[in-house]
């Protein structure tokens, strides 16, 4: 049936101009493998996987299958008091892929809400351990850890800040970003110049005495705001100034975590251990909400204190552990190890890198950036319409060349599957580049 203007004027879409949407609406009807359709049955190539979502492809059978097979037997159970096998397995599934000392699981349904939950466990871990003085929270400018007033509050974005800074939570300071396109424009994987960035955290523990601060939250890779990879040695350098200090480091994983860049965790392949991992998005490819924070032992047992009858977490969610998510994420891992995802995501590294910097020299091209299946092209901004051009450019791509892309303002960001084919990748920047060649 096709949609009708009632029910387009019904939906206030997310991280949408709207307006500017329901004069012309990109509609997906169904999907499969690498392709989404639209309702004329149109073939368009997925060059976003979802959003940084879906690695294996659309409509996995493993995972459409299992998923199928859950809601039928067990379709919703509490996770207060109570458990299902479903999710336990899960835990046990994904801290065994974590890095060693990673040995507890909290599940949420969100990126966001994992966030919001490690932040909460960072605060409750050194009030538990007897350091209640310790409350403020440190980010890093450009950071996006969901929209939830504690990951706005920790991010630097600041489209996402600006109409709640008032309300944001107190106590939060911020880094500085390394993002530099004077020192780094054009950089292949991770740039050279940025690493003494990290001693910002140096100054803001001078400021406050390192005494007070909580933790530190930081994506490995940054992702929504354009993909902008650590200097060599910057995570580091991090970790070492939060061990001087006493201070949890927080990765923040939803993007990085499950192949991304080719490893199971960023913190494997940048060989750096936080102390608190967030996930979501691939965990379960996508197919189902469902996200998880992972925490090191030591946290755990910061809090296992007091009358065993007691809840030692006064946190959680309606749906944190649902069966039918948790059987659609043990599918998905089991996807990841048989089909050797991650292996494939690695090999696919070099070419995908090779395809984006293509784009250097365009004339409306200011920089290109990429890490692992991560990667950006930022477009030179239009005089007095900033945004204008990139959202242009996803339009008629998904238009005129049957390919998703998704535009942040002028970053037009890519996020290809894990097990992408290299032809249908350099056909679908072929079709980005006749957008480009052919705006203004």
């Keep these: ?61 493993k995972i459409v299958e299992a998923v199928q097979s859950q809601v039928a037997k067990l379709d919703y159970s509490m996770s207060f008091q109570v458990s299902n096998e479903k999710s336990l397995e899960l835990a046990h599934r994904v ?22 939950t490690a932040l909460k466990i960072a605060l409750g871990y050194h009030r538990a351990k007897g350091d209640a003085s310790r409350t403020r929270l440190i980010g890093r400018e450009r950071g996006y ?6 990951g706005m509050s920790v991010g630097g974005i600041i489209a996402n800040r600006k109409a ?15 993002f530099n396109l004077q020192k780094n424009a054009f950089s292949r994987g991770m740039p050279k110049w940025g690493a003494h960035l990290a001693d910002d955290l140096e100054g803001v523990a001078a400021l406050h005495d390192g005494s007070n601060i909580a933790a530190l939250i930081v994506e490995p890779v940054a992702g929504s705001t354009g993909v902008i990879p650590p200097p060599p040695g910057y995570l580091q350098r991090l970790r070492e100034i939060c061990d001087r200090h006493g201070i949890l480091l927080i990765f923040d994983e939803v993007i990085t ?14 060989d750096v251990k936080p102390d608190i991992i967030t996930t979501a998005k691939g ?53 990841y190890k048989e089909e050797n995802i991650f292996e494939q995501a690695l090999a696919l590294e070099k070419s995908f890198e ?21 990667g950006a092209i930022e477009l030179a ?11 242009e450019t996803h339009k008629r791509a998904f238009v005129e060349e049957n390919i998703v892309i998704r535009n942040g303002m002028d970053i037009l960001q890519f996020s290809p599957f894990l097990n992408s084919n290299i032809d249908d990748l350099a056909k679908a920047f072929d079709g980005v580049r006749r957008v480009l060649d052919s705006i203004k």
């Design 1 to 61: 049936m096709p949609v009708t203007q009632e029910q387009l004027d019904a939906y206030w879409m997310p991280f949408t101009s709207n307006r500017d949407f329901k004069k012309d609406p990109r509609i997906i009807e169904s999907a499969n493998g690498h392709y989404y359709y639209d309702q004329n049955g149109q073939k368009i190539y997925d060059l976003f996987s979802g959003l940084w979502t879906t690695g294996v492809g659309h409509c996995h059978p």
């Design 95 to 116: 801290t065994g892929l974590a890095p060693d000392g990673f040995t507890q699981c909290f599940f949420t349904n969100s990126g966001s809400e994992s966030v919001d």
């Design 145 to 150: 850890h969901g929209v939830n007033f504690g």
């Design 164 to 178: 709640f800074s008032a309300n944001l939570i107190p106590g939060v300071d911020h880094i500085r970003t390394t």
């Design 257 to 270: 975590a499950f192949g991304r860049i080719g490893s199971s965790f960023a913190a494997e392949r940048f």
């Design 283 to 335: 965990l379960t490819n996508g197919v189902i909400p469902m996200g998880a924070v992972l925490v090191q032992q030591h946290i755990y047992d910061a809090f296992m204190q007091g009358p065993e009858s007691m809840v030692e977490l006064f946190h959680g969610y309606t749906y944190s552990g649902h069966p039918v998510a948790a059987a659609a994420g043990l599918a998905t891992l089991d996807v």
């Design 354 to 374: 090779d395809l984006l910097h293509t784009f250097k020299g365009h004339d409306k091209v200011i920089d290109v950036r990429n890490f692992g299946l991560m």
């Design 381 to 391: 901004p239009r005089t007095d319409a900033p945004g204008a051009r990139g959202l």
